[in-house]
């Protein structure tokens, strides 16, 4: 397809309800792709849409998935499709069910050759049989033999031979296979559109001094949104009137509620635990955190990992190979060794309905659709099965520090006078409100934790020495506060012996020294930290576990404050000294020393380093666009542990695909194998077909159980 041609036709996007068949998916996209008017069409098997481009009604896109009764909807549409009730669902199976053991019944009092038990036969085949006979006799004039091509040529074969039993049988079985894969994938997907019903459709908004009740399809950046305790909030936005706390598990996984005031970001679909807030929207409806986070999981969902593109490949080969292996058994024995044609036809029936790929196509992306959902419910954001497989090989994680490791909010450790001075802490919160330095706000904060009353002091010839620090009078004295250089230059006097031990032993802890003091004397030393989080050691210890060979931690630090902080947190190396470009570096050649390297960051000034990696995570993804744009992985909270279970969850859903693979081609192979002696039937055949499935299904789900 011409790749301008894309661009410049419509692109829509349908949400596809019934869509259980992986092969069925196929067929759907085809058919899409033969309207007049399409210029291409792909289905997202895991998220059950499908994107169409070109000029297309919808009413001829739902025509072409009426062959597997497929209902078509546009991607946003608030229509509810109705439930359907039991009958509906299995009404057809039940009837032909009914038909079956009428049938046994004529059977055992009339006998098999009586027309009434044959009658009843075919009914229960045409019932159960339908709608699988008319998408198996078009594309067998088509050449195209897919699992219900399989069917119907074994089932009619069996009608034929007249092995009636058999061939209702099949229709049943394969019917209650069909309806195993329906329940395996809708409870897949559950984890996604459970995630779609988060926020809600309607919120009160004040306009012109009066409140409406608007559809959040209204809303626009601006409005002021009314959110009572106890809802949810249903827009993006900042708050400007109210505090609550706010229980964002919807989005971060974390269920302890979050504290909110003024000026603090609130997200849609997290819920206003208590106090009522009004909420300026910043963002619209399809821009929402929320909505992105639905919009990359489905994404994400649809991309094929590589174990997935091997089993379409391998599927591709391996049916046309049974149909050759079964008319060999039809024709072989008979040709031979003047076996009978009758049992010899009837193995090679069997033998197809044994090759029907149904279980093997579905064992890896009902896997990965799993795991990619049962993720994003805990807060992890996984963009594609191809980031979930490549995790489970990471050998090395490189850290950003600040941010990450720490977080990223720095604090007043250790504040130690020399010579006692009244307000003398007060006195130099006072100076540093003056200062753009980020450590200036440690000292605010430690005032304030310690009900110091500083902002009264008047402050005369404040300056700021780039490099040192600062200085200014308060009440004629003249105040600096900053580094040993600060000091020196101004000829005041150092106590070496007092004050360079105390400096030196703080540095080794990974703490910023500042000195405080006029200009006869230090006064007092201070020092700052970035607080490391305290689930970094837990975390680092767990990897190490996991397996992971080395954890960098990169800086823009000094290395005593890096090595400091790498000594409590547990990493094997630390890089100090390090420009975003620096950090690049290191990536690649973690790379050629490890091959497989995962970096986490923030998304924003680690962008470059995270794009090298073989796997990007970015740290609180919640309201960051950069992080979800540029990462692999985006945690949506700043809770690092769950970077061991993406670990995990990677490690479990390779140990799930490579067994439901060893299921669903060893039990076809044990069926295949009862040919030799001839003990090969029909309903041994569709059972070792259904067992597949159901055993790869089952096995999926649960993946649903690992949590963090």
Request: charged share 20%; proline share 3%.
């Amino acid at each position: 397809m011409n790749e301008a041609n894309t661009f410049n036709n419509d692109c829509k996007v349908y949400r596809i309800k019934g869509l259980s068949c992986a092969g069925c998916a196929k067929t759907f996209e085809n058919n899409v792709k033969e309207i007049e008017g399409v210029v291409d069409a792909k289905v997202n098997f895991g998220a059950a849409k499908i994107t169409v481009v070109g000029d297309v009604d919808i009413k001829l896109v739902q025509k072409a998935g009426d062959f597997d009764k497929l209902q078509i909807l546009p991607e946003k549409s608030t229509a509810v499709v109705p439930q359907k009730s039991f009958l509906q669902k299995y009404g057809t199976l039940l009837l032909a069910l009914l038909f079956l053991v009428t049938a046994t019944i004529l059977k055992s009092t009339i006998g098999e050759e009586h027309f009434m038990t044959i009658a009843a036969y075919m009914i229960s085949i045409m019932v159960g049989g339908y709608s699988l006979f008319i998408v198996g006799f078009k594309n067998l004039v088509r050449m195209k033999f897919d699992m219900k091509t399989l069917m119907t040529i074994a089932i009619i074969g069996a009608a034929i031979i007249g092995e009636w039993n058999e061939g209702a049988i099949v229709v049943i079985l394969f019917a209650i296979s069909e309806a195993l894969e329906g329940y395996s994938m809708e409870k897949a997907r559950k984890s996604i559109s459970s995630l779609m019903e988060i926020a809600p459709k309607t919120a009160t908004v004040r306009r012109h001094g009066h409140e409406h009740i608007l559809s959040v399809e209204d809303i626009v950046i601006g409005d002021v949104v009314i959110v009572k305790p106890g809802e949810k909030i249903a827009m993006d936005g900042k708050v400007i009137k109210g505090h609550s706390h706010i229980n964002q598990a919807a989005i971060t996984g974390e269920s302890i509620p979050v504290e909110k005031e003024v000026n603090d970001d609130v997200f849609a679909g997290t819920l206003n635990s208590e106090g009522l807030l009004e909420i300026e929207v910043t963002k619209l409806v399809d821009d929402t955190t929320i909505a992105k986070m639905i919009h990359l999981v489905e994404e994400a969902q649809g991309e094929r990992a590589p174990s997935q593109a091997f089993v379409d490949v391998f599927a591709k080969y391996y049916t046309p190979v049974i149909i050759f292996i079964a008319v060999l058994v039809a024709i072989l024995p008979p040709l031979l060794t003047s076996a009978d044609w009758t049992e010899w036809i009837y193995q090679g029936l069997a033998v197809l309905v044994v090759g029907c790929p149904c279980a093997l196509v579905i064992s890896t992306p009902v896997a990965i659709v799993t795991a990619i959902g049962n993720a994003a419910k805990q807060g992890v954001l996984i963009k594609g099965g191809i980031h979930l497989e490549e995790v489970r090989k990471i050998q090395a994680i490189a850290f950003d520090k600040t941010g990450t490791l720490t977080k990223g909010v720095p604090v007043v450790t250790d504040y130690i006078e020399l010579t006692p001075q009244t307000d003398l802490l007060a006195k130099v919160t006072a100076l540093e409100m003056y200062s753009q330095h980020p450590l200036a706000s440690a000292f605010v904060k430690k005032a304030d934790a310690e009900g110091l009353v500083y902002k009264n002091f008047p402050i005369e010839q404040f300056s700021s020495i780039t490099g040192k620090g600062i200085e200014g009078i308060i009440g004629g004295i003249k105040y600096f506060v900053g580094n040993k250089a600060l000091f020196l230059s101004e000829n005041i006097r150092l106590d070496e012996a007092v004050i360079f031990p105390q400096m030196e032993q703080l540095q080794a802890e990974g703490k910023t020294v500042m000195l405080i003091g006029n200009e006869q004397e230090v006064l007092a030393i201070v020092a700052v930290a970035d607080e490391v989080r305290v689930s970094s050691e837990l975390v680092i210890s767990k990897l190490k576990q996991l397996g992971i060979k080395s954890i960098v931690m990169l800086t823009g630090d000094t290395l005593e404050t890096a090595r400091g902080i790498g000594k409590e947190v547990g990493v094997t190396e630390v890089a100090a000294n390090l420009l975003p470009q620096d950090k690049l570096t290191k990536i690649k050649e973690l790379k050629q020393q490890y091959g497989h390297v995962a970096m986490i960051g923030d998304g924003v000034n680690d962008a470059p380093a995270l794009a090298a990696a073989n796997i990007g995570l970015a740290m609180g993804g919640v309201g960051s666009d950069t992080a979800l744009e540029t990462a692999d992985i985006a945690l949506m909270g700043d809770d690092l542990e769950k970077l061991p279970f993406i670990i995990s969850l990677s490690h479990k859903t390779m140990t799930i695909i490579k067994q439901n693979i060893t299921f669903a081609l060893g039990l076809k192979l044990l069926a295949l194998l009862l040919v030799v002696p001839g003990w090969l039937t029909l309903w041994i055949a569709i059972f070792a077909d259904l067992g597949a499935t159901l055993l790869v299904t089952l096995n999926s789900l649960r993946l649903l159980r690992l949590q963090k």
